[in-house]
């Protein structure tokens, strides 16, 4: 039998065979004829993760950061994870209701899928973390806190040019070949202030490390040890004019008030503070409730995501009066020792403005007139620069006397480094003809030359023009940031550079500066007098008027001054304006006067700690405003402005 | 060496042993692979039995044992026990259908003190022994129409008993035995019609049913065209060749889509379909393309051992139980898969070389039973991995992950070594 079927026992040697050979054929198609399955298995276990650098730290001149990272933790979810958890118990610190919790159990699904970790609730408030930190091993696997670095304002001051960080908007992430196109979604970007002017140098250098995945893309290490990768470059420190101090005070004495400070170095143009009234903490827009807090700022009646220093265009009053001599001056139409008969007012225009003064002699020369501040005189002034012959015409010498508004910074933007700065407003001659209808003369808005009618500007570009005087003829573009750490661009150069304005002698320019050390020493302004320092400045009391209903009604008097000290060695060129105050020496004077003594003395002297005192407390805010505003009670929820108090306490105290 | 141990392995087959031993060591280093990450504490995995190779170091050890139990057993009690082991595991199966345990859709386990066991796997040495005993039984005439059926009945009997426990692809591996019977005697026209039968279902698949059925009538009329004058002699040619034509028209037309809508199970219609190239369902088709994708990136020489990206990841579905191929396909390439498919065919035709060499007809029918099971998985276990067979899942014989498949099959094989110790002693 055995011998009858030995062929069967080959047949079934050659099915075996041939079988197999249809295997090995198909392997070798499959493993060395196709290379696809390569390129293939590529696609599947490659993963490219962007690293994200941490973003840079924002200091004051002193060193101080004033804007730096700090740890958040966002709450994550593996839903395969979760696994017989005290639900009520999670839903209970967290602060929600077992339907939101499956709601979002829900969306995370949707979103990442069942496998992968993605946000169950992100950047948890502080008291929340702690009490989650403590039970977490109640709910882990399938819940993890995961570290969140978010932007974190120290001293909980300086949100009108700091700005904030938010997650990258679609319409900007849509414009594939813009500044943005490096941006994925998700991604973070500087919104507003020195966040978004310096985003490129603050955000650093993104890394991206290749990692090998499995099936349900967990990573699982990295792709040949890293071979590939590019490491992720911290962004740059910037460094600050600021002082940190000063903003501590500004913004604590322009609390109940509507207006704003500006401080700068003459010598750099640096700028040591700037206040936009009212503000808010800028942590506010930090954290977990961001989105939350915008709304309410957006909506609030007293606009605090307004930036009143660079936005403002306010009519500068008799604060303009120096800059009207100074033009004056340089055109050649007055010398120094020119004098104006005032007898009250000036009637040269067919009506009657009113001056402050009526003795005789109070405008004998320019000193004189700038220490008592005669309307009439700097009218006069305006006239002479405009129908100076010189120029050939009013219209010509109009445009003239703008063209030199604009070389002090008036009506251009300055090109400080935060973004959204307004214009100003010039009585150029497009717009006089516009008001006027082509018919005009130096007459028209012969108010300008007091700071009054077609003129707006803004406290920053009030300051510079300071700088200007301080300086006796030259500026240097305001700006926050004095140096970048370990940057070599020149992104900072055009700061650096000098701006020479006026060409005209010390003598005469010394004429409007004793005129404005008079005023402090014995006019309007004697509130900013500092011991043993020479200060010179000068309050503006601006008439106002807004539109009411369609009805112009004239509002109560912004209140003014301006100034820098001291006088031979400046320092410090200042700024303020707050709004329906009153008079410039009443607000303007007392607060400006502390932040020069300050920043001059580093102290604030004893006969001032009850002025600080009454600054920190008067509200000037209309009531109306005030009543419907909700951004004390915004303010008062956040959590680190305990460093800013701490910050004013040790100011007082020393 | 000593006397006792002389006599210890006196009649061992050492070259299926060694392949043996060879052939586990690859399964073993093959799941070893598809588990381990970089960090994996070793020794701790070892101990604490969390991984499958782990486990499966454990599983080799008692199938070490089991193989020194049956080489100590005499063989003549294989022989006596062959109806009774056929009987105990008819029993086990009927008993799973009963109080089994369902794992992914089938409905095969048994559950015994934190083990999981399918009697399906166990079945197969049974069948095998009590085919052995039939077939070399004195009462036995294999010529005879009624012992084909009943050696038939003994293999399909288990075979329907699976079925029904959702285990198609173990069911398929006792289609195996039908080799054997052909070795006995089985006429080669069964297995020519068998053949044809595949032909026919994989035409009835892929071709309108139609289209079809205007072939099978060409065909018909030119076949009884050319045989006009043999039909003229013998009208019962006429006859045949007429119900074979009405045969295969009412399977393509009638059979074939009733099966398909009413028998089959819908992931096993679209399986098909999936591997019949009909249907491109993503989902369907995910575990044979990332099966592809894993043995095709291998490459000529492969990644290098514990390289392979797609198999360490999880890509792969039950890569180390049925995908286990896929490991050694894109570790080792073209060339290592060529080497360890040549294993096999070394170990399959040594085995028919022993069945051969036999003198008791038990013991070569047995043998062949061993041969045929092992290369029935062979086959369709690697054509699934590389797309020539629907994905059925059915284990690699000693390679895959698993206790019972491994213990069933070192039982086979050592039973088989046993009888071929003994081949002078005539066994019935």
């Not at chain 2, 586990?24 to 994996?40: K, M, N, P, S």
């Amino acid at each position: 039998m055995s011998v009858y079927n030995q062929p069967r026992k080959r047949v079934i040697q050659l099915i075996i065979l041939g079988m197999v050979s249809l295997i090995v054929m198909r392997l070798f198609f499959l493993q060395v004829v196709e290379t696809k399955y390569s390129k293939l298995a590529d696609a599947n276990a490659h993963l490219r993760k962007v690293i994200y650098p941490s973003r840079g730290i924002i200091y004051d001149r002193n060193g101080r950061a004033v804007l730096r990272n700090e740890a958040l933790y966002d709450l994550m979810v593996t839903p395969a994870n979760v696994k017989k958890i005290d639900t009520a118990y999670l839903c209970e610190i967290l602060q929600i209701d077992m339907e939101e919790f499956r709601k979002r159990i829900t969306r995370a699904i949707n979103k990442e899928g069942r496998v992968r970790p993605s946000v169950f609730a992100s950047l948890l408030p502080q008291d929340m973390y702690g009490k989650l930190q403590e039970s977490m091993y109640m709910f882990q696997p399938g819940f993890e806190l995961v570290l969140r670095p978010v932007r974190s304002y120290t001293y909980g001051v300086g949100a009108s040019f700091l700005g904030y960080i938010s997650e990258i908007p679609p319409s900007l992430l849509a414009d594939s070949l813009g500044r943005w196109s490096a941006y994925q979604q998700g991604d973070y970007l500087g919104r507003t202030g020195l966040e978004n002017t310096y985003e490129s140098i603050l955000m650093g250098q993104r890394g991206i490390q290749y990692l090998v995945k499995d099936n349900l893309n967990r990573p699982q290490g990295s792709l040949e040890n890293g071979e590939f990768d590019t490491a992720a470059v911290a962004g740059k420190n910037l460094r600050l004019a600021l002082d940190i101090e000063l903003q501590v005070l500004g913004e604590r004495m322009m609390q109940g008030k509507v207006g704003s400070i500006v401080a700068i170095d003459p010598k750099t143009g640096g700028i040591l503070t700037m206040v936009s009234g009212p503000t808010f903490d800028p942590n506010l827009l930090s954290g977990s409730y961001r989105g939350q807090n915008f709304n309410k700022l957006y909506q609030d009646t007293s606009s605090p995501l307004y930036n009143r220093a660079i936005q403002a265009m306010y009519p500068p009053g008799s604060t303009f009066k120096p800059i009207t001599g100074l033009i004056a001056l340089d055109e050649g139409v007055i010398t120094p020792a020119f004098g104006y008969p005032c007898r009250g007012g000036y009637a040269q225009c067919g009506r009657f403005i009113r001056c402050t003064h009526s003795n005789p002699g109070h405008a004998a020369n320019m000193r004189t007139a700038m220490a008592n501040s005669c309307n009439a005189y700097f009218m006069h002034l305006y006239r002479l620069s405009v129908d100076n012959a010189k120029w050939g015409g009013t219209l010509k010498g109009q445009a003239k006397w703008v063209e030199y508004l604009n070389t002090m910074g008036f009506g251009v933007r300055l090109g400080v480094d935060i973004p959204s700065e307004a214009r100003g407003i010039v009585p150029d001659t497009g717009r006089m003809n516009y008001r006027y209808r082509g018919q005009w003369n130096s007459c028209s808005e012969v108010y300008v030359g007091m700071g009054q009618g077609l003129l707006g500007v803004t406290p920053l570009q009030l300051a510079n023009a300071m700088c200007i005087l301080a300086n006796r003829g030259h500026y240097y573009l305001p700006h926050f940031v004095e140096s970048i750490d370990g940057d070599r661009s020149d992104i900072l150069k055009k700061y650096k550079e000098k701006h020479s304005v006026a060409h005209i002698s010390d003598e005469a320019f010394n004429s409007v500066v004793l005129g404005m050390e008079d005023v402090v020493t014995h006019g309007t302004a004697r509130g900013a007098q500092i011991a043993g320092v020479a200060v010179c400045g000068k309050t503006g009391t601006a008439e106002n008027k807004a539109r009411i209903n369609g009805k112009i009604v004239q509002l109560k008097d912004h209140s003014l001054f301006v100034g820098f000290a001291p006088k031979d060695d400046p320092k410090i060129a200042i700024a303020v304006v707050v709004e329906n105050a009153g008079f410039g020496s009443t607000y303007a004077v007392p607060i400006a006067s502390i932040l020069m003594e300050k920043y001059l003395t580093d102290t604030i002297s004893a006969k001032r700690m009850p002025i600080l005192q009454r600054m920190m407390e008067t509200v000037t805010m209309s009531p109306e405003m005030r009543a419907k505003s909700k951004l004390d009670s915004l303010n008062k929820v956040n959590y680190s402005t305990a460093q800013g108090d701490d910050l004013l306490r040790k100011i007082i105290a020393n | 060496m000593n006397r006792s141990q002389a006599k210890l392995t006196a009649g061992i087959d050492w070259p299926v042993f060694g392949l043996y031993l060879a052939l586990v060591f690859i399964g073993f280093l093959a799941i070893f692979a598809a588990e381990y990450r970089e960090g994996d504490n070793i020794v701790q995995n070892l101990l604490s039995q969390n991984k499958n190779w782990a486990r499966q170091v454990l599983w080799l050890g008692v199938s070490m044992v089991l193989a020194t139990g049956i080489w100590l057993t005499d063989s003549k009690f294989f022989t006596a026990t062959a109806n009774l082991f056929y009987a105990f595991g008819i029993l086990l199966l009927l008993m799973v259908l009963a109080i089994g345990t369902g794992v992914k859709g089938s409905h095969s386990w048994l559950e015994l003190g934190g083990f999981r066991f399918q009697p399906a796997e166990f079945t197969k040495l049974c069948t095998n022994l009590a085919l052995a005993k039939y077939l070399s039984s004195m009462e036995t005439d294999f010529t005879k129409m009624r012992s084909r059926l009943i050696a038939s009945a003994m293999v399909l009997a288990p075979c329907a008993i699976i079925i029904l426990q959702n285990e198609t692809g173990l069911a398929l591996v006792y289609f195996a035995f039908f080799l054997v019977m052909f070795r006995e005697g089985l006429p080669g026209i069964i297995l020519v019609i068998a053949f044809s039968g595949i032909i026919l279902v994989l035409s009835a698949l892929l071709v309108d049913k139609y289209i079809l059925f205007y072939i099978f009538t060409g065909i018909a009329a030119l076949v009884i065209y050319f045989s006009r004058r043999e039909i003229r002699r013998k009208r019962s040619r006429l006859v045949l060749i007429l119900s074979i034509w009405a045969f295969c028209a009412a399977f393509v037309m009638f059979i074939v889509p009733f099966v398909f809508t009413k028998v089959l199970k819908d992931y096993q219609v679209r399986r098909i379909e999936v591997m019949l190239g009909k249907e491109n369902d993503p989902k369907a088709t995910y575990n044979t393309r990332q099966s592809m994708i894993a043995i095709g990136s291998g490459g000529f020489w492969g990644k290098g051992y514990l390289k392979g990206t797609q198999t360490r990841f999880d890509f792969v579905p039950e890569q180390s139980t049925d995908f286990i191929f896929c490991t050694i396909g894109e570790d080792f390439g073209f060339a290592g898969s060529i080497v360890f498919i040549g294993l096999y065919v070394a170990l399959l035709f040594r085995i028919i070389f022993i069945a051969e060499r036999q003198r008791s007809t038990f013991s070569r029918v047995y043998a062949y039973g061993v041969a045929s099971i092992i290369f029935f998985h062979l086959f369709i276990n690697i054509a699934m991995t590389i797309g020539l067979a629907p994905v059925i899942g059915i284990p690699l014989p000693l390679v895959s992950y698993g206790g019972s498949s491994l213990m069933t099959f070192t039982m086979l094989i050592f039973i088989m070594l046993r009888l071929d110790a003994d081949r002078q002693m005539v066994l019935r």
